[in-house]
């Protein structure tokens, strides 16, 4: 499904020159849950940035689902992303003004899905991430675990093929954590490819394969068993 | 979609209220103003567009030429009419029409003094009045006097008055054939009633072939398609060849004024229609566009400020698939909804200052909302305000990278603030240039009614003088006199402020053949300069015994450089005239011109105005009492009416005022919006920099210190926009004082306290907002970061 070959991002300043990602290949299948690992500022996060088509690389090449992407300009990235692809942030992500149901019926809208057709697949979302009685609240009157479930809610409502993680748990306590994670898990096992980065070993285990990076590079990769 | 945009614009407007009342207030001043502008204009432009005839009817003006110099003027001769009507079928309708004059109506015990026209049968076919009762044919009957309904109550008591007869002037009776619905305020053409010529009375039957002097006006409705400059030519060839003999109309051409220029391009110099009020209307619109402009400015500016809030917003949204194009119309979704919310707030503040507008203004403000026009304008406000004030926060928040703005790496540098840094610093200079106009304004009306105009209008009352006044008169002003009320009165003519008779049939010994002098005249008689405390040069007053006697200002004689005056004598409407004195120049018609050559020709037996100088000290209300018991004692069949001249001559000071007064309200409330602007960035530049403030504080920064770093910046700008702003000012204001010839230099002066003002103002707003943040607690805001 994502095929990266020698993939370079470079962050310059007047000063400095910042190599995120180095020469970086790899590939992640169809239905695969890949865990990404590594210390602060090895890159992962650029990674994830251009595989979820919100950054671009400066060299390389960037396959996804059979079309290369790499130099897609930002209209035709947002296209593919809206279509293709669901966040899930550390920080949830959701915007305030909007309530639940709002925040999730966000990326139907952006899709241009009817209104009649987004209420119920939002109602049908809400009901499986069990948040259906909160659809009408704000994000600043839930927890931190009901918001992450809104934002997984938002992440799939889409039915995309990739769910990207960015740190799903990072503000979570261990029990909602877990929730989360076999979230992802259930939707990786309805066919969703998942790629997540953490921090965490704990989450990592959810996942089929460890991507570790260092210096923008991948350094090891473990198959989970 | 757009129900998303506008749910989401309308949770933020509520959910930040002090942003949202700042602009809501600002964008609401700036279109009230804007509205308020528009409707004058929109009055103003459609002065007499109720007549059916509008597009196809001129008034005929002369540019007369005396020696090359040219003077523009509507007076024309009276049989002019006919002979156009006779000769030129293009004309499909000619009225011949009086200047206004007043007439005293007579009803039983009743006696006012109206004003009316005297017109020929042809008026109705040109201009469009409301008839209640009657029609158009009565003016074929020289004994009609048609009414406005105002006329009629005031005169009979009621408009169903049909038939009833009237005394004009005490000497002759007209039948009331029609009734009229008030002629409208914004008709250029203004009378209280219209009475016809009467075409076998001996002065008409004169003035049928009499085709040098020149008394009335002309109107005429032209087929569609004539080509006016040719008529202009046919016109005056006519004239030329009915008048006998050369004179400064024939040497001179004609022009037709269209009835749309009537009242915005009053103007005439060197022959050519120059414009006139048309130049208050168009500073006036651009007053109501930059005033627009600086609410706008105000809405980018705090938008942009608040962009660090909104910045997850954007990225939250891009991630999950909004294009650019999406973000953009959401964000200009809301600033549209934002015009809509202060559009319905400036509606409000309209119609509440709808009374005192119009009031000022002195005109019916008419709102025309069956115009398309109007809604069409209506619906432009609102979404150029919304697209103006929303385009470029709308491009530049959807500008944000996601990725950043997720990470909250998003920081605003120099880039971002420039824009708001140069939008602050405009808003300022258009609100200095306005300050110092309006300063300038009023140092100019200051300036021009504190000149010395050579006599004095305090104390000094206008009488209208009638038949039997002036045949009393000597008894009149006995009996005054003796009262102890008055220390002098004389007779003129003509009212003291104005000229209205011009001449330029002065012979004397020395004349330059090849220069012919026009010359301001009027008829008066005993005690001219002691009554109105003119200042005499030379010579003497006029006094008992004078007949053919003349007084000059001191412009005449230097224009008919005459040495030594006094004596010598001249020649005049075929009389032999001695000058016997020469007055300082007196300042009788426009308070921002030059002084004018005149004339003061002795006549005893003029009937126009008696000038009363009352002494100094009487109680003014016991004098009136007194000189109107005189008055009726002398000609009780004419009401009593006067006038002070102070208060005649400062009408010409209205349009002055009113544009000082528009320019003060227009500028301060556009100082306010700004200020609204500048207190709402300081508050956010205070939010975004509290904990620096903490941190400052803990390291040991004083409240004044701290005060001074966060005013700083700001004040740099308004000193900036002073800069930018005084040589703009200076130039438009000298440019505005350019059209009087009496005038102010515009001084270092007026700037100061134009730069002290700002300033101040300024330092207030930042101040208010600063010395907040500057002494709160650092304990707490460190904690709460």
Redesign the interface.
């Known amino acids: 499904m994502i095929k990266i070959t020698d993939l370079e991002k470079i962050y310059r300043t007047e000063e400095v020159e910042t190599v995120a990602l180095n020469r970086l290949s790899i590939e992640v299948k169809e239905g695969e849950f890949v865990a990404i690992m590594g210390p602060s500022g090895c890159g992962k ?1 650029t990674l994830l ?1 251009i595989l ?1 088509l ?2 671009d690389p400066d060299a390389g090449s960037f396959v996804f689902a059979g079309i290369e992407v790499a130099k897609f300009n ?2 035709k990235r ?2 593919l ?3 293709n692809i669901g ?1 899930v ?1 550390q920080s949830f ?6 309530t639940v149901f ?1 925040n999730v019926e ?2 139907l ?3 241009g899905v009817k209104a009649a057709d987004r209420k119920k697949r939002v109602d049908e979302v809400l009901d499986k991430v069990q948040i259906m009685h909160r659809r009408n609240h704000y994000p600043q009157q839930l927890s931190g675990g009901q918001q992450q479930r809104v934002a997984v809610a ?1 992440a799939v409502v ?1 039915k995309p093929k990739l769910i990207l993680a960015d740190e799903p748990t990072g503000n979570l306590d261990s029990s909602n954590g877990n929730e989360v994670m076999e979230m992802l898990t259930d939707l990786n096992e309805q066919g969703t490819t998942i790629i997540m980065v953490t921090h965490s070993e704990h989450d990592a285990r959810y996942s089929h394969r460890i991507i570790r990076m260092l210096d923008g590079q991948t350094v090891i990769e473990n198959i989970m068993i | 979609m757009i129900k998303n945009y506008f749910k989401v614009a309308w949770r933020n407007l509520t959910r930040n209220k002090t942003f949202s009342l700042i602009n809501v207030l600002g964008l609401a001043i700036g279109m009230a103003c804007t509205m308020l502008i528009a409707l004058w204009v929109y009055n103003e432009k459609n002065w007499d567009g109720y007549h059916k005839k509008y597009d196809s009817v001129y008034q005929l003006y002369v540019n007369r030429n005396f020696n090359g110099e040219i003077s523009t003027g509507p007076d024309l001769m009276y049989p002019l009419v006919s002979a156009i009507q006779a000769t030129h079928p293009e004309v499909q309708h000619a009225v011949t029409v009086s200047f206004p004059g007043s007439t005293l109506m007579g009803n039983g015990e009743t006696r006012i003094n109206k004003t009316t026209l005297t017109v020929s049968p042809d008026f109705f076919d040109i201009f469009t009045f409301d008839f209640i009762r009657g029609n158009k044919e009565v003016l074929k009957d020289p004994d009609a006097i048609v009414m406005t309904e105002s006329t009629a109550k005031a005169v009979f008591g009621s408009t169903d008055v049909l038939g009833q007869q009237v005394r004009l002037n005490n000497n002759r009776n007209a039948v009331v054939k029609a009734i009229l619905k008030d002629v409208p305020r914004n008709s250029t053409v203004q009378f209280d009633g219209l009475i016809p010529f009467n075409p076998s009375s001996p002065e008409i039957k004169e003035a049928e072939s009499e085709w040098v002097n020149c008394s009335y006006q002309v109107f005429l409705d032209v087929k569609p398609g004539t080509g006016v400059s040719s008529l202009e030519s046919n016109l005056i060839n006519l004239i030329r060849k009915r008048t006998n003999g050369e004179n400064p109309t024939t040497r001179g051409s004609v022009l037709l004024h269209p009835m749309e220029k009537w009242r915005l391009f009053e103007e005439f110099r060197g022959g050519k229609n120059t414009g006139g009020r048309i130049q208050y209307v168009n500073l006036f619109t651009w007053v109501a566009v930059v005033i627009l402009i600086i609410a706008c400015v105000n809405f980018m500016n705090l938008s942009t400020a608040r962009s660090e809030k909104r910045a997850r917003e954007v990225g939250i949204r891009k991630t999950l698939g909004s294009g650019k194009k999406q973000l953009i119309a959401q964000f200009l979704s809301e600033s549209v909804l934002l015009a809509l919310i202060s559009f319905l707030v400036a509606t409000a503040v309209v119609y509440a200052a709808m009374p005192s507008f119009t009031k000022l203004l002195n005109i019916e403000v008419i709102i025309p909302y069956s115009e398309p026009a109007m809604w069409a304008i209506v619906l432009g406000i609102i979404l150029l305000t919304g697209f103006v004030a929303g385009g470029y926060p709308a491009f530049y928040l959807s500008d944000f990278m996601p990725v950043k703005v997720l990470k909250g790496t998003i920081l605003q540098g120099k880039q971002a603030v420039l824009p708001r840094k140069i939008l602050v610093t405009s808003q300022f200079i258009a609100a200095i240039v306005l300050i110092s106009a309006t300063l300038i304004i009023y140092q100019q009306l200051q300036h021009v009614k504190k000149r010395d105009i050579g006599y004095d209008t305090n104390n000094l009352i206008q009488v209208k003088a009638n038949k039997d006044l002036t045949k009393n008169y000597d008894a009149f002003r006995n009996e005054l006199q003796q009262s102890g009320v008055l220390s002098s009165v004389v007779r003129t003519s003509s009212p003291l402020t104005t000229i209205l008779g011009f001449t330029s049939g002065i012979r004397w010994q020395g004349a330059d053949p090849n220069t012919q002098l026009i010359i301001g005249f009027l008829f008066s008689n005993n005690d001219f300069t002691k009554t109105l405390n003119a200042k005499l040069i030379d010579g003497r007053d006029f006094c008992d015994g004078d007949s053919n006697t003349v007084i000059f200002n001191k412009e005449a004689i230097r224009l008919m450089g005459l040495e030594s005056p006094v004596g010598r004598e001249i020649t005049w409407a075929g009389r032999q005239r001695t000058i016997v004195g020469v007055v300082d120049n007196m300042v009788m018609t426009s308070p921002y011109e030059a002084a004018s050559p005149m004339m003061v020709a002795y006549d005893n037996k003029w009937s126009g105005f008696a000038n009363i100088r009352l002494n100094e000290g009487v109680d003014v209300r016991k004098s009136l009492s007194l000189i109107e018991a005189a008055y009726k004692k002398f000609s009780p069949e004419y009401p009593f009416e006067f006038r002070f001249i102070d208060d005649e001559f400062n009408q010409k000071f209205l349009n002055e005022q009113l544009i000082g007064k528009l320019a003060v309200i227009f500028a301060g409330l556009s100082i306010f919006v700004c200020c609204l602007g500048l207190f709402g960035l300081v508050s956010f530049t205070i939010e975004r920099r509290t904990k620096e403030i903490g941190i400052r504080k803990v390291l040991g920064a004083s409240v004044q210190q701290v005060l001074v770093l966060m005013s700083r910046e700001f004040l740099i700008l308004v000193g900036l926009a002073f800069l930018v702003a005084i040589p703009a000012a200076w130039w438009a204001m000298n440019e505005w004082l350019k059209n009087f010839n009496y005038r102010i230099n515009i001084g270092a002066g007026v700037f100061l306290l134009v730069g002290s003002i700002t300033l101040i103002i300024a330092l207030v707003t930042v101040g208010l907002n600063a010395s907040a943040a500057a002494l709160r607690n650092p304990g707490k805001t460190l904690r709460s970061e």
Do not use: C, H, Q, V
């Open positions: 996060s940035n979820g919100l950054d930002e209209r947002a296209d992303r809206k279509r966040f942030f992500n959701l915007i305030d003004e909007l709002e966000l990326p809208i952006y899709t938002r889409n």
